[in-house]
Each structure stands twice: as C-alpha cells, then as structure tokens.
C-alpha cells in the first residue's frame, strides 16, 4: 500500500483527496497539495486552515525534540498531530480516532496522509473508551475532543490512565466559555451539534485538578484553552 501510493503523482493524490473529502483537517501533502479546500464548501469547517494555528501554539510549549517520547493522539483525525509529533522525532506515534461526525472515515484519509508522507505512525479506528495500551505514553494529546463527551468526567479519568504516572504529559485542548455551558440533543453550538460541554476556564481546571493532574500551563485562546499538565504518582 505505501508503495502503491508513494508512486502516485500530483494528479493522483489530488484526485484521492476528492474522493476522501470532506475533510476537517487541512496537511499539507507536498508539492503545494493540501487537504482541504479552503477557498470551496466541501470540507467540514469549510475556508478554516484546522488545527495549523492551534498546533503552533502547542507546539511552542513542547521540548523542540520528542525523541525518546512515545506519542498518542487521541481523537487524531486525519493525522495532523500525529505527523507533527513524528516529525518532532517521537520514537512511537499512534492516533485513535472513532470517526465521530465523518463524511467518510478520519482513519482511512490519516492512512493515505501517511502513505504520502512516508512516516510511521499507527492509526486505530476505535473509541479511545476502548482502549487500553500495553505501555503508557510520555506525550497524550487530548486536543478537540473533551466538548463532544457527555461523560466527560469519566473521560478525563481514563485519558489520565494513557499517560506515565508522575513524568508523562498530556496536553488538553477544548472549547471554553465565561459561563459553563452543557448543550444537550441537537442544540447547536457555532453551528456544531456535537458539542455538548463548553466549561469556563474555572470549571475545567477545577475538574482537573480534583483528578490529581498537576497543571503547568494554561493558554486561552478565545474560545478555546490549552492545558498542559501531569498525572499524579
Ligand atoms: C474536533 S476533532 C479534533 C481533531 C484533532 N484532535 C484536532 O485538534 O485537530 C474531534 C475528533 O475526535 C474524534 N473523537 C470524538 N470522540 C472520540 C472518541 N470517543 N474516541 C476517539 N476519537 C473521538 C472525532 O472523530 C474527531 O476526529
């Protein structure tokens, strides 16, 4: 498969982004072909270059070289964070992710940015719920996934377990606002109905550290806040 692809030309791989689309995260693939349209409608968040901004805010805080680390991103979609932490040098990457609200699977188009780019990285198409590693990981990434949960609290329990205790660092990226906000059925939120839990920046820090997590950074961003933190022994 890698090699199939890898012998794709220009022409090919534009024609495989089609058929893939839409696409919620936008790689950049080589050779001035990225994943989303950001001028058409075809994309989810259509014209929003998603998470290249975010990602340079996060990665500002991260060791410049993850060699030695090993890297799960979960709710990794097409693969941005994954590729990005690779290329940072991680030892082992994998991403996970359970298709929630795909047009056609996240992992299958993760599987094709990968293939073009040549990196090792592994894909799961599976719940993170459901998951449970042999090793635990020295980076998490838990980044645009916390207001989709309804049960979000047990949802930072488990991402908590992914992590080496103590040393590992798990960095939570989500949707904040003044007030907490939990957006039950189909009561949309900037247009998304996936989104039932927008904390206040009080809130989710409160709910982390009545966990054990021990935070070093917290960034907001608008609407949005990156939390860097720790588990406990
Ligand atoms: C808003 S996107 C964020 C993607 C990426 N982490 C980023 O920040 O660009 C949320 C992703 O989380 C995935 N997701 C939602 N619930 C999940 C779950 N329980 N297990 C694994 N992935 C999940 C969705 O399929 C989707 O790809």
Not at 15 to 39: M, S
Not at 64 to 81: E, K, P, Q, T
Not at 198 to 215: C, D, H, N, Q, Y
């Given at each position: 498969?890698?090699?199939?692809?890898?012998?794709?030309?220009?022409?090919?791989?534009?024609?495989?982004?089609?058929?893939?689309?839409?696409?919620?995260?936008?790689?950049?693939?080589?050779?001035?072909?990225?994943?989303?349209?950001?001028?058409?409608?075809?994309d989810i968040f259509s014209g929003h270059d998603i998470p290249g901004p975010?990602?340079?805010?996060?990665?500002?805080?991260?060791?410049?070289?993850?060699?030695?680390?090993?890297?799960?991103?979960?709710?990794?979609?097409?693969?941005?964070?994954?590729?990005?932490?690779?290329?940072?040098?991680?030892?082992?990457?994998?991403?996970?992710?359970?298709?929630?609200?795909?047009?056609?699977?996240?992992?299958?188009?993760?599987?094709?940015?990968?293939?073009?780019?040549?990196?090792?990285?592994?894909?799961?198409?599976?719940?993170?719920?459901?998951?449970?590693?042999?090793?635990?990981?020295?980076?998490?990434?838990?980044?645009?996934?916390?207001?989709?949960?309804?049960?979000?609290?047990?949802?930072?329990?488990?991402?908590?377990?992914?992590?080496?205790?103590?040393?590992?660092?798990?960095?939570?990226?989500?949707?904040?606002e003044p007030i907490t906000q939990t957006r039950p059925g189909l009561r949309d939120y900037n247009g998304d109905t996936s989104?039932?839990?927008?904390?206040?920046?009080?809130?989710?820090?409160?709910?982390?550290?009545?966990?054990?997590?021990?935070?070093?950074?917290?960034?907001?961003?608008?609407?949005?806040?990156?939390?860097?933190?720790?588990?406990?022994?």
């Amino acid at each position: 498969m890698v090699g199939i692809l890898a012998a794709m030309n220009r022409d090919q791989i534009r024609r495989r982004v089609e058929e893939l689309a839409p696409w919620y995260q936008n790689i950049d693939l080589g050779d001035g072909v990225w994943t989303k349209d950001l001028e058409g409608s075809r994309d989810i968040f259509s014209g929003h270059d998603i998470p290249g901004p975010l990602w340079r805010v996060i990665a500002r805080d991260l060791p410049a070289d993850l060699s030695g680390h090993r890297v799960l991103d979960i709710g990794c979609n097409a693969g941005y964070m994954s590729f990005q932490t690779k290329q940072m040098g991680a030892d082992y990457v994998l991403g996970i992710d359970s298709n929630l609200g795909a047009g056609t699977s996240f992992i299958h188009q993760a599987e094709f940015c990968r293939s073009v780019l040549g990196l090792d990285v592994d894909f799961r198409e599976q719940s993170f719920f459901d998951y449970t590693p042999e090793q635990p990981f020295t980076l998490v990434l838990f980044c645009g996934v916390l207001y989709h949960l309804e049960d979000f609290a047990t949802a930072l329990d488990k991402v908590m377990t992914f992590a080496v205790p103590d040393t590992g660092l798990i960095v939570l990226e989500t949707a904040v606002e003044p007030i907490t906000q939990t957006r039950p059925g189909l009561r949309d939120y900037n247009g998304d109905t996936s989104t039932f839990f927008v904390p206040s920046v009080g809130v989710l820090t409160e709910l982390v550290r009545e966990r054990g997590l021990r935070i070093e950074i917290v960034r907001t961003l608008g609407t949005r806040a990156v939390v860097f933190m720790r588990p406990p022994l």
